[in-house]
Each structure stands twice: as C-alpha cells, then as structure tokens.
C-alpha cells in the first residue's frame, strides 16, 4: 500500500504564489509518474502537471509559464510551484503516483491522494 499526503494548500490572493507538496510513502520500490489533479466545484478532474521518471513534462495549457512541477525521486516527492495565481485555478489538488511498485504488493498501480484545497481570492 502506498500512502500520498499533499500539502500546501490555502487561500491566496490574485496573482499570488504556492507551492503544493506531494509525499508518496509505503515499500516503494518504483514510481513511474507523478502528477498533480484539480477537481472545481462543478466540473471535471483535470491534470494540472505530469512529470515522468524520465524527466518528461506535461502541463495544462492554462497553467503554461505559470507553474513548474519538480520532482525528488530519492524521496518520493513531487512539488508543483504556482505562481501569478488566478481565480479560476480556485480547485482541490490531487496528487497521482502512476504506477508504483511495492517491495509488498504482487501488482503495479495507481494511487491518490486526498486533495488539498487551493482558493484564489481577494
């Protein structure tokens, strides 16, 4: 089993910065990916950043030059820096480890975390 805890989430106001942190834990052997999710009231889940092992990166078009996600894979971490924030990136943050191996599980999957609240707001 692996356990995803995000952090750094809160109230910011317009144009403002945070930095969201992922901590995946448990046996870990591998990970392929990690990424981070939004979820608004309303409307679909939608990747926000993706960074692979390899050191490939994708991000939302909406978020291009604005965030930057980067990853300690010694320690299982994935960090997304978002700065000049804006009101409609006001969503719950999810982090998603794809496929990870466990020294104690018999299969290669996915895991989420349970959110972390970011509201842009003056």
């Known amino acids: 089993q692996v356990h995803v805890v995000e952090s750094g989430g809160g109230l910011v106001q317009p144009g403002g910065s945070l930095t969201l942190t992922c901590a995946a834990s448990?046996?870990?052997?591998?990970?392929?990916?990690m990424g981070w999710y939004r979820q608004a009231p309303g409307k679909e889940r939608e990747l926000v950043a993706r960074?692979?092992?390899?050191?490939?990166?994708t991000y939302l078009t909406s978020v291009k030059g604005r965030f930057s996600i980067s990853r300690d894979n010694a320690e299982n971490t994935v960090l997304l820096q978002m700065n000049n924030l804006k009101s409609e990136d006001t969503a719950v943050y999810y982090c998603?480890?794809?496929?990870?191996?466990?020294?104690?599980?018999?299969?290669?999957?996915?895991?989420w975390g349970q959110g972390t609240q970011v509201t842009v707001s003056s």
């Open positions: 448990g046996n870990i052997l591998s990970i392929y990916a």
């Open positions: 998603k480890v794809e496929k990870a191996r466990t020294s104690t599980a018999l299969i290669v999957r996915d895991y």
């Open positions: 960074l692979v092992t390899d050191g490939s990166q």
